[in-house]
């Protein structure tokens, strides 16, 4: 059983950066062998792709293009830990950050993740 823990949220300024952790403490899963996600979910609004890297596929990143050139996932396989780099930060995203996780090519569909954190609240102001 994976599970996923998201740490690293906040509240902070537009322009401001944070970087959002997901871990995976349950022993033997570092990641090497899912495809892992971020996506976010605002009040009142349906969940949405921010990211994904397919660690089984090379390490192809995925992005939306409301946060292209803005965010970056990254992983640290020692710590058995995915990043979501966040810069230049802006009020539209503000929502709860999940982690996900899944050993087939869920892409950018979040039905199709099987593992999920509990998420992590990320408040921007204007």
């Known amino acids: 059983q994976v599970q996923l823990t998201e740490s690293g949220g906040g509240l902070v300024q537009a322009g401001d950066s944070l970087k959002l952790s997901c871990a995976s403490p349950t022993s033997g899963y570092a990641f090497n062998n899912f495809f892992v996600g971020w996506f976010r979910q605002a009040p009142g609004k349906e969940r949405e792709f921010v990211a994904a890297?397919?660690?089984?596929?090379?390490?192809?990143?995925y992005y939306a293009d409301s946060v292209k050139g803005r965010f970056t996932i990254s992983r640290d396989s020692v710590e058995k830990m995915v990043y979501l780099q966040m810069n230049n930060l802006e009020p539209e995203d503000t929502a709860v950050y999940y982690c996900?996780?899944?050993?087939?090519?869920?892409?950018?569909?979040?039905?199709?993740?099987?593992?999920w954190g509990q998420g992590t609240q990320v408040t921007v102001s204007s």
């Open positions: 890297v397919n660690w089984v596929g090379g390490g192809i990143q």
């Open positions: 996900a996780a899944d050993q087939g090519a869920p892409g950018r569909t979040a039905s199709l993740y099987t593992y």
